[in-house]
């Protein structure tokens, strides 16, 4: 059962009173075991996309440790449809443990090098992909495509509008513009991006918001409203350092949410660092989005 009503969990020390700060995260995390966080809400309509198609099958892809991989094998197997991931790389000789618990959830895996993966959405390679698997509901990768921001929308309900920031983790920029599209006039998100040199999001944010409206005016005036912040991936995306890894456990010991160090526990290192350099205004009240990512956290670790 997927509990779309995510718990609200107040953050709260010494160091928040002082700087007079309300914050609050939102427990995606916490919505189902297997497919929870944001990607929950970026399948969701894919979901009942595909359970209307004829061969009831989904392909997406992703790398060796993709949390959207494991979401997608294990949607499939709550919901009663097949799946194929198509991995970037060649397949190893020992799988991670997110590919354990895909082909454990009925996943078809195909590795395809690196090379041949950036070639992913040209249409000779989706040709070939059809001439391999046959008819198919594909989903890019992240499950970033109009059916997952329309998702992402509904991660925020009618009692955020109280928040004045909204601040999310930030990789593809698809669960950003769906938080853009429901966010209140008065509200301003920040994405934490998690890949080296991110700065290329906030046009990809802009082209997720122009493919639900189509309308390059609300596009710009909705794009006012939020900012990627560059300055936490700690070397790039699946990095992380020592000191990041001390964060996540003591923000963990602390307020006794598990944080990821690929995504979250990187959006939350970045946010308690920019609020005592005065970058949200005293009495702000901010709303921290848990967009999961904890699968494979143990294994993640032992890399």
Known sequence: MILERAIRQTISNQ????????????????????????????????????????????????????????????AGKEFGFKTIGVIRGEEPSRYSTTLLLAKECGMQLEFIS????????????????????????????????????????????????????????????ATLAGLLLAMKPHQHAIGFSVLKNGNFLAEEVKKQLKSVLNDDEAVEEISSRFEIVTDYHFDGYGKWNDELLQFVS??????????????????????????????????????????????????????
């Open 114 to 173: 690196r090379e041949a993966y950036r070639e992913k959405e040209g249409e000779d390679f989706k040709g070939w992909l059809h001439e391999q698997f046959g008819s198919f509901h594909l989903v890019p990768e992240g499950g970033s495509n109009f059916l997952g921001v329309n998702g992402c929308m509904e991660i925020l309900s009618e009692e955020d509008k109280e928040f004045d920031f909204i601040c999310g983790a930030c990789a593809t920029g």
């Open 250 to 303: 003591g923000f963990e010991s602390e307020h006794h949410i598990p944080l990821d160090q690929v995504y979250t526990g990187k959006m939350m290192f970045g946010l308690m660092d920019l609020i005592p350099k005065n970058h949200f205004p005293g009495g702000s009240k901010i709303l921290a989005i848990h967009t999961g990512g904890l699968q494979g956290k143990t294994g993640i670790l032992k890399r």
């Open 15 to 74: 160091f928040l009173l002082q700087e007079k700060i309300n914050l609050v995260m939102k427990r995606l995390d916490l919505i189902h075991p297997s497919i929870n966080g944001n990607k929950w809400f970026k399948l969701k309509y894919n979901i009942e996309k595909v359970l209307l198609t004829q061969h009831k099958t989904m392909l997406t892809f992703g790398g060796a440790w993709s949390n959207h991989i494991h979401a997608t094998a294990a």
